[in-house]
């Protein structure tokens, strides 16, 4: 299928502009870069993918009829086009840089945000930005066993992966974002290794746009990077202090940090005294830059990590379950320093995440009635700060869980479940944590999980040549701590079960690693999941029989047409009133049928003696059509008499054309009075309108009638089998 790409019309006081076009999508991006440095101390790099609704040919539905806030796909998209472009960026380079991706047109086939990346690579490779890409990206697709290249969202739909590959030039990867259906790990390495030779097309249709643009990089007023000499004596004066932190294994996080602290308060006061010209920022560095050496080299070369693990052990692990017993699951995981408390809670189907237009005609997405939610609040990591909405980072994790978690959730289970991650501890992959709190509390909480799931981290510390920049060598370590991840070069998570992989995510902070380095790492993360899975099992192996007593209760109602307007009442009164006083919540299946979703078993009970209740008076009776009945009269009209047929009926209409037969204006012509009692024959019931059907004019013809006698009886079924037809009873 064919990707174009294109530059030069639009956009063009942009430091780099690019359209991106695949069947009718196309997607505009744009790159700006300051050319006074930040005063911050990172690169402050801004990705905005925004979803236009006038390209999908719509317009939104809130109050303003105008796009308003990012919704949580476009912080999603938005974080993989970031985290597959700023590896590329020079060491050093802090200037603000900001990418925008402006949806042109979306035809409902391709999806944009593969485009988005490709946008965005082509924006700065053609931009005067100081970048090393480009790069290239593609979603892979497997469907029926077979890998399909940015598939379409039909596609995708009966696909049973769906890996988002950024692959640099010399076949390198630069960012991996998958969700499988529990694929097995040599299908999924086969889909990495066809989605990087792809992205290597596109680099080369970048690479010859720079060439025919002619495109000369900017000159940097000044890269931050730490001067070799102060490095040389922040070596000097700190080595042996930080070398003997590094390899004292009986620190942990808090007080390793407070140790280094010290030596670097002491060190930082040295050389201020001996450079006193240096800026602050070359002295700060010039120490972050010896102790990311030692500690890197203590991998390297002496294979040791700083709390005493080998490089493929897993630190210990606890599982705890059945936390509290009024919540409807709960579970505890703690892996060394990281501590995650994981809870389910089940409710009705209405409570699902309901997609805006907007979002549904861009990207696909549908309503979803399984969701995770991630919190990291101030006191995980020991410091204070606001706890305000959730961050783009809480988002990125929790949708990775929630992706690591979604294929084990059975199809047509009867809830919405919402599982919520809350981080008490954390020094390290706490998003993997939470994938493997969150399946043992689905198991708590009884749902049937077709298996269980476990996820973990892998770091990878890195010797790159001085000429090349190749790499020399290289140590891959599971389960990796928070130091660990800061001072390495990747942070590879990967989650799934004992038989395949569900999700995973790669980012790195190298411009690209080759695809053995990864297929190794998927190799040893496989390893890690399995033992974890091990532990785990020990604590609950499957999921629980049934659910909690104090859960939520689901019941199927039978409410035959004729009596849908008692059960409803007017104006809805009935059903809102029930949902009011007993907390439940009513929906409509089909014509004759209703779903109660009661939060408890004793809110449901309620339920139904309130519904008992409104619809004791109308209680229906097996009632044979051509019989004759004894009525009795309630009420003189004009238009004729109310009848009930039995003591707790509703009284109904006998018309004057079916009193006799003759005309008659008035019930009083044939002397008929209140609590007289005729009789009348039964013709069923209106289809439209369920009510009943009966005469009195017909009973004068000469043909002989057996009278019937009829006796109360229930008639709208709670929770039972639903009734043959409309007018029986159980």
């Not at 029930?578 to 439940?584: E, K, Y």
């Not at 003696?609 to 051509?626: A, S």
């Not at 009348?680 to 019931?685: L, S, W």
Request: aromatic share 6%; with cysteine.
């Amino acid at each position: 299928r064919k990707m174009e790409l294109s530059s030069g019309k639009l956009a063009r006081f942009a430091d780099g502009s690019a359209v991106v076009q695949l069947g009718d999508t196309a997607v505009m991006v744009t790159a700006v870069s300051k050319t006074k440095p930040s005063a911050s101390q990172f690169m402050p790099l801004v990705v905005d993918y925004r979803q236009k609704a006038a390209a999908a040919g719509r317009i939104p539905t809130n109050y303003l009829r105008r796009e308003l806030g990012s919704t949580d796909k476009e912080i999603l998209t938005s974080r993989v086009i970031d985290r597959s472009i700023r590896p590329l960026f020079p060491v050093g380079y802090f200037y603000d840089t900001q990418i925008l991706c402006n949806l042109l047109a979306v035809d409902g086939v391709n999806d944009p945000d593969v485009l988005a990346i490709n946008g965005a690579s082509a924006a700065l490779a053609l931009s005067d930005i100081p970048w090393n890409g480009p790069i290239g990206a593609v979603r892979v697709g497997l469907v029926d066993g077979e890998t399909i290249i940015n598939p379409t969202r039909k596609q995708m739909s009966s696909s049973a992966l769906n890996l988002v590959v950024a692959g640099a030039p010399q076949n390198q990867v630069v960012m991996l974002e998958a969700t499988a259906e529990n694929i097995l790990q040599q299908d999924f390495c086969h889909a990495v290794k066809v989605g990087v030779k792809h992205t290597q097309q596109i680099i080369q249709g970048i690479q010859q746009l720079v060439k025919e643009r002619g495109v000369v990089k900017r000159t940097v007023q000044k890269l931050f990077v730490a001067p070799e000499e102060i490095v040389e004596c922040a070596k000097k004066l700190a080595f042996n202090k930080i070398y003997a932190v590094f390899t004292d294994s009986s620190h942990d996080k808090i007080s390793r940090d407070e140790a280094i602290n010290k030596i670097r308060l002491e060190t930082e006061e040295q050389l201020k005294e001996k450079f006193p010209e240096a800026e602050p920022y070359e002295i700060m560095e010039s120490f972050n830059v010896v102790s990311k050496d030692i500690f890197r080299n203590l991998v390297l070369n002496e294979y040791r990590r700083c709390d005493g693990r080998d490089l493929t052990s897993l630190r210990d692990i606890k599982c705890e379950v059945n936390m509290f017993k009024m919540l409807h699951g709960s579970a505890l995981f703690q892996r060394g320093q990281t501590q995650v408390l994981c809870t389910v809670t089940f409710d009705s189907i209405e409570s699902s995440v309901k997609s805006d237009l907007i979002s549904t005609a861009v990207s696909g997405i549908k309503d979803k009635n399984f969701m995770l939610h991630y919190e990291f609040p101030p006191y995980a990591t020991n410091e204070i700060g606001k706890v305000t909405g959730m961050n783009r980072r809480e988002l990125g994790h929790g949708a990775l869980a929630e992706r690591a978690l979604k294929p084990i959730i059975p199809q047509n289970f009867p809830f919405t479940i919402r599982v919520t991650s809350e981080v008490l501890e954390s020094n390290g992959s706490s998003s993997m944590a939470s994938a493997c709190g969150g399946s043992l509390a689905l198991m708590d909480a009884g749902v049937p999980v077709s298996s269980a799931v476990a996820g973990v981290a892998i770091g990878l510390i890195t010797k790159c040549s001085l000429e090349k920049g190749d790499i020399e060598d290289y140590r891959l370590l599971t389960d990796i701590l928070g130091i660990e991840d800061y001072y390495g070069d990747m942070d590879f998570k990967m989650a799934g079960t004992n038989k395949g992989i569900t999700a995973l995510q790669v980012d790195l902070k190298l411009p690209g690693i080759p695809i053995k380095i990864v297929m190794e790492a998927i190799q040893q993360a496989t390893a890690a999941k399995r033992e974890i899975l091990q532990i785990m099992n020990q604590t609950l192996a499957k999921p629980r029989p049934n659910r909690k007593e104090s859960g939520p209760v689901v019941e199927t109602i039978h409410v035959p047409l004729s009596k849908r307007l008692r059960f409803i009442g007017p104006g809805a009164y009935n059903l809102k009133k029930l949902q009011a006083q007993t907390g439940v919540t009513v929906s409509h299946l089909d014509e004759e049928t209703y779903s109660v979703f009661a939060p408890t078993p004793s809110a449901m009970h309620e339920a139904r003696e309130f519904i008992r209740e409104i619809c004791k008076d109308d209680q229906e009776v097996n009632l044979e059509f051509g019989a004759v009945y004894t009525a009795t009269i309630t009420e003189i009209r004009d238009s004729g008499v109310m009848v009930k047929l039995y003591p707790n009926m509703t009284p109904v209409l006998l018309h004057n054309s079916q009193l006799d037969q003759r005309k008659i204006k008035h019930p009083s012509a044939l002397g008929l009075e209140v609590g007289q009692e005729i009789q009348v024959k039964y013709f069923g019931r209106d289809p439209t309108d369920g009510r009943m059907r009966l005469s009195r004019k017909i009973l004068q013809s000469p043909a002989t009638t057996v009278l019937k006698t009829l006796t109360d009886k229930n008639s709208i079924v709670l929770g039972g089998a639903v009734p043959q037809s409309s007018t029986s009873s159980q």
